[in-house]
């Protein structure tokens, strides 16, 4: 039987509405992921913190990806800037530096690479608020989507159709490369904090992006297929620089480590029901 988990820890950003809160911490919807849950919680409530505006901090590696036709990545993010350009996922081989990124192109609008190619979605300024987004693309319809929220906020049709993403590329976290591994810049450089980012070889379908919003930031939600980069792989890599891993909101509650993963325990739904109360 799994640990059960629950946020009751104050929230960053007071504007937030009600519904934000509701599905970052839902409890219900962590409950009913009953065989579709990551297999160990390794990552849980570890958050990266990129503190400053520089070259210095960041992750990289080459996670040995085959080619894809497929793909989605998505990931919590809580961005302590307020111009444009920063970029938080850039995955670049030998010919071709823009094979896939994922940040800001200009305030508020989210874009999305692949292999040099892009397009945006103008989702809005979410300065210090956690947003969960989610950019997945299929090579067979060339189908490409931009999620905000659980909710696709830009769909691009006939977007590299055919196509597929090369294999053998570096991926780097919290910059964005202008060549395999480096030549990185302080004004593209990502300044906040990540989570739970995650990459599927395949594009994930609306339902299944919905999913992973609905089961809170302090769910185990997540696809039925393991993603081919998981948050653990990116966690076990070396950071770099002032990059550190700092605990989340999420802490546990010990005397539902024992419940039915399917039961709801009548204190836990109080408790929640209170956090969110007081925090509207």
Same mark, same amino acid.
């Given at each position: 039987?799994?640990?059960?988990?629950?946020?009751?820890?104050?929230?960053?950003?007071?504007?937030?509405?009600?519904?934000?809160?509701?599905?970052?911490?839902?409890?219900? /919807?962590?409950?009913?992921? #009953?065989?579709?849950?990551?297999? %160990? =919680? @390794? +990552?849980?409530?570890?958050?990266?913190?990129?503190?400053?505006?520089?070259?210095?901090?960041?992750?990289?590696?080459?996670?040995?990806?085959?080619?894809?036709?497929?793909?989605?990545?998505?990931?919590?993010?809580?961005?302590?800037?307020?111009?444009?350009?920063?970029?938080?996922?850039?995955?670049?081989?030998?010919?071709?530096?823009?094979?896939?990124?994922?940040?800001?192109?200009?305030?508020?609008?989210?874009?999305?690479?692949?292999?040099?190619?892009?397009?945006?979605?103008?989702?809005?300024?979410?300065?210090?608020?956690?947003?969960?987004?989610?950019?997945?693309?299929?090579?067979?319809?060339?189908?490409?989507?931009?999620?905000?929220?659980?909710?696709?906020?830009?769909?691009?049709?006939?977007?590299?159709?055919?196509?597929?993403?090369? /294999?053998?590329?570096?991926? #780097?976290?919290?910059?964005?490369? %202008? =060549? @395999? +591994?480096?030549?990185?810049?302080?004004?593209?450089?990502?300044?906040?904090?990540?989570?739970?980012?995650?990459?599927?070889?395949?594009?994930?379908?609306?339902?299944?992006?919905?999913?992973?919003?609905?089961?809170?930031?302090?769910?185990?939600?997540?696809?039925?297929?393991?993603?081919?980069?998981?948050?653990?792989?990116?966690?076990?890599?070396?950071?770099?620089?002032?990059?550190?891993?700092?605990?989340?909101?999420?802490?546990?509650?010990?005397?539902?480590?024992?419940?039915?993963?399917?039961?709801?325990?009548?204190?836990?739904?109080?408790?929640?029901?209170?956090?969110?109360?007081?925090?509207?």
């Amino acid at each position: 039987q799994r640990r059960v988990r629950e946020a009751v820890v104050s929230t960053q950003s007071t504007g937030t509405s009600l519904q934000h809160y509701r599905n970052m911490f839902a409890l219900p /919807a962590l409950l009913a992921v #009953v065989g579709l849950v990551a297999g %160990d =919680s @390794v +990552g849980h409530n570890k958050i990266l913190d990129f503190p400053t505006a520089t070259t210095e901090n960041y992750i990289s590696y080459n996670p040995d990806l085959p080619a894809l036709t497929g793909l989605t990545v998505c990931a919590w993010q809580q961005k302590s800037y307020s111009d444009d350009k920063r970029y938080w996922f850039s995955y670049a081989v030998s010919g071709s530096e823009n094979e896939i990124i994922l940040g800001e192109k200009e305030k508020g609008n989210y874009v999305f690479y692949l292999a040099s190619n892009n397009f945006g979605a103008d989702a809005g300024s979410f300065d210090n608020q956690w947003v969960h987004v989610c950019a997945a693309w299929d090579s067979e319809s060339g189908v490409s989507t931009i999620s905000v929220n659980g909710e696709a906020n830009q769909v691009q049709e006939d977007f590299k159709k055919g196509q597929s993403i090369k /294999a053998g590329g570096n991926l #780097v976290i919290g910059q964005e490369q %202008d =060549s @395999v +591994g480096g030549r990185f810049d302080a004004n593209q450089a990502y300044v906040g904090r990540l989570y739970n980012i995650n990459v599927w070889d395949y594009a994930l379908n609306s339902t299944e992006v919905a999913f992973l919003y609905e089961s809170g930031f302090c769910g185990f939600g997540t696809a039925e297929v393991d993603p081919i980069i998981s948050y653990a792989d990116l966690l076990a890599q070396d950071l770099n620089g002032a990059l550190s891993v700092i605990d989340g909101p999420c802490i546990d509650l010990e005397r539902c480590q024992r419940r039915k993963n399917t039961e709801v325990p009548t204190t836990v739904t109080s408790q929640h029901s209170k956090f969110l109360a007081v925090h509207t």
